[in-house]
């Protein structure tokens, strides 16, 4: 067990690595090719070209290509991820920052996709073939096209300003109180979690449908083990795999897929900076982000393999 | 089954939680908050913070030596007074006694010296274009600061308002960087928390000048949600004040909130370049005079509650030039006809109309200029400032903010440096002159708005800008926010109150 877990680290790693140099050093040359200058955003009126060239000299952006990325490499592997182009802060800084607020939603979203996701899936496959299965699945299909920020200003104007159980907009960190937080949280989070639950409760339940279908299950229908038994030991335990790596990709696409959601709910999470950093320019800001995407898409595959190979025995012999 | 009935308890759950939760967020012990929603500024150093929109936010941290009225005429701020020499070209201002910056340090004549020299010299001042009339800074006693011009200027006192000289502390500015990040001023609040992109978080300074007019005990500036969600972000009581886009009105009316048109001098314009083919000719420039439908801006992109306007200022302005209104009337005829008499190859028509992000007015001109035979290809540049201020580009957009002084705008705009002028050295005939005695008369002289306005004639020969629409700064309220008073291009916390 161990030893596989270990492989299969290395094997990420393997794969990583080369991922990594690829895309940080393609922003980098892709800065170089757009000609993008933190000058003008400093500058504005003022942008005469005697002035960029001073503040590109002053970023050190007139330095050999080279030089620039393996200093920057350098500055990364010591967690300093330089400052922003556009405000001159610290983008490590921003970058947790908003990743706290994004962690809240994506976590809470994850959290109601994996319970309704679930819950849909294993209803929708113990009653398969009936009215509540024809039913959940229509409406997991209504919800997965669903554009997040129609539901999300459905969801504003209803809640928040019709019903007025929840605040419209902004983010309240958890020490100022758990309620408050969650709050705040509850209904970004439900515009996102659409995607994931339905998701989650399709790949479930054909799931479990072909798993219900496997001659182990008639072995042990005819040995005359009760339903339960025979759902939690035989059929959940074969049949989740498939939703299992869904949720392990949909992790990553919350975080990143958030923007739309953070922008509507006026949050400065993750998605949000990733985006109005890549529509200002604000190259050193977008490698961060980069960055930080890249690890977490790794170490929540990594989970997911991790979690699949105790939860589904088959899992192991393959991959 | 037990598993949805598991989460029916959990969102029953949460729900619970949610309504426990409104009181706690809205309830604060009887201090007086203001949340405004808006797009966070990235400078926080006013000598590195460029546009007049930021400078609008900085006036929070930050008091400036001189103020406009509703009226924009230059009053005390900082300086309590100030006099000119005979010849005009020295200015005395007069600093109120016992100024202090939030860090503790003198707000003196030394501190005013520092900041204008540093505005002038600093490697990425965005200032120092507009200091040019400064020669030299002397702090001649504690509270007297002596200016020495280098022409004569009356403007001074409406220069060094919000835009130019917000007074930063010179003991902090030694870490210009840091400054930039928390700004250390003497204005009417002092920043308690800044986290780039999120929030900023602001209590009242019991130092400032006029603290006794200061209202409101916190400021809480919040980044700026999806426009579509704005009104409904004040009607939840969220936020009570943000800037509004021109489409939100009507819902904002709708929900009982308060829409502020504050004025401004705002005006919009299509830039050419004279330098470059096919502007080089003048029918060709002429002919785009003739083609452009003021109209149609005022009615798509500010959906009404802008006005049309040929010069670089709304119409009610001061330096207005009632004269020159109306210069080039709508003729798509007329345009057509100087077209075929410029002789211009149509394949020197075809052009790039150069926006640093998607626009309904860029649209407007492509659809106009092809009415008459020109094509417009539009091509978005995030970078689009470094060509712009290069005049590298042939065709772009561009508006202004205005600036507190008018000569300023003018110069801005149509002098051979004017960083507005994308036809530079290009300077219309007569303009130096022109705009050379606007300068030198008096504020309260009786010619002075004909002497701006003269200058104004002056500048609109020139070639290089078309201008087309001008719109106020839309603002939308929650009934517990007191009126703004109307000054122009800025919002002044003195007064303001917030209820509960």
Sequence with gaps: MTRRLLTGLLRSIAIFVPVFLVATFVTFALRALSGLTPAHLQLGESATPEAVAQIEH?????????????????????????????????????????????????????????????????????????????????????????????????????????????????????????????????????????????????????????????????????????????????????????????????????????????????????????????????????????????????????????????????????? | MRRTKFAAAAVAATLTLAGCAGGAAGADSGESTLRWAVTLPAHWDPVVSGSGAQFRILSLAYASLTDINEKGEAVPSLAQSWDYNAKGDQVTFHLRPNLKFTDGSALDAAAVKAYLERAKTQKDSALFGDLTSIKTVTAKSATDVVIDLTQVDYQIPLLLGERVAQITSATAAQDAKKLDQSPVGAGPFVVTENVPGSHVYLKKNPDFWDAANIHVDKVELLAAPEDATIVSGLQTGVYDLANLIPSQVKAAEAANLDVVQQPGFNASNISLNVNKKPFDNPKVVDAVRYAINRQEFVDKVTFGYGKATDQPFPSEYLAYDPQSANKYPYDVAKAKQLLAESGVPASDLKLNLVVPAQSTAAEIVQSQLAAIGVPVTIKVDPNWATPFFAKDLTLSLYGTTGRESPVQTLTAHFGPNGPLNLSTPYEPEGFEAAVAKARQTPLDSPDYQANLQAATRAGLDSRALVFTYSQPNLFVKSKKVSALTPIPGQIHWTGLTVGS
Aim: aromatic share 12%; glycine share 12%.
């Design chain 1, 58 to 319: 002053q970023w050190g952006l007139d330095r050999p290509f080279l030089t620039q990325y393996l200093d920057w490499f350098g500055q990364l592997l010591h967690g300093d991820l330089g400052t922003s182009w556009y405000n001159g802060a610290n983008i490590s800084r921003l970058l947790i920052e908003g990743a706290v607020i994004s962690l809240s939603v994506a976590g809470l979203a994850l959290v109601i996709g994996v319970v309704f996701g679930f819950g849909f899936g294993v209803l929708a496959a113990a009653r398969r073939t009936t009215w509540v299965d024809r039913a959940i699945t229509g409406f997991m299909t209504f919800i997965s096209v669903m554009p997040s920020f129609v539901v999300g200003i459905a969801l504003v104007v209803v809640f928040a300003v019709g019903l007025g159980w929840f605040p419209s907009a902004g983010y309240v960190p958890a020490e100022r109180g758990l309620g408050v937080w969650l709050a705040h949280i509850v209904l970004p989070a439900v515009a996102l979690s659409f995607d994931t639950v339905s998701d989650v409760a399709r790949q479930l339940r054909s799931g479990l449908v072909a798993a219900y279908r496997e001659n182990y299950v008639t072995g042990a229908v005819v040995r005359g083990l009760s339903p339960r038994r025979i759902f939690f030991r035989h059929v959940l335990r074969n049949g989740m795999g498939p939703a299992l790596t869904v949720l392990g990709m949909k992790f990553p696409n919350l975080l990143g897929g958030a923007v739309v959601t953070e922008s509507i709910f006026g949050m400065a999470g993750f998605g949000k900076f990733a985006a109005d950093s890549a529509q200002r320019g604000d190259v050193p800001a977008v490698q961060g982000v980069l960055v930080v995407s890249v690890i977490l898409v790794v170490v929540f595959n990594l989970l997911v393999n991790v979690i699949l190979v105790r939860v589904t025995p088959a899992s192991a012999r393959g991959v």
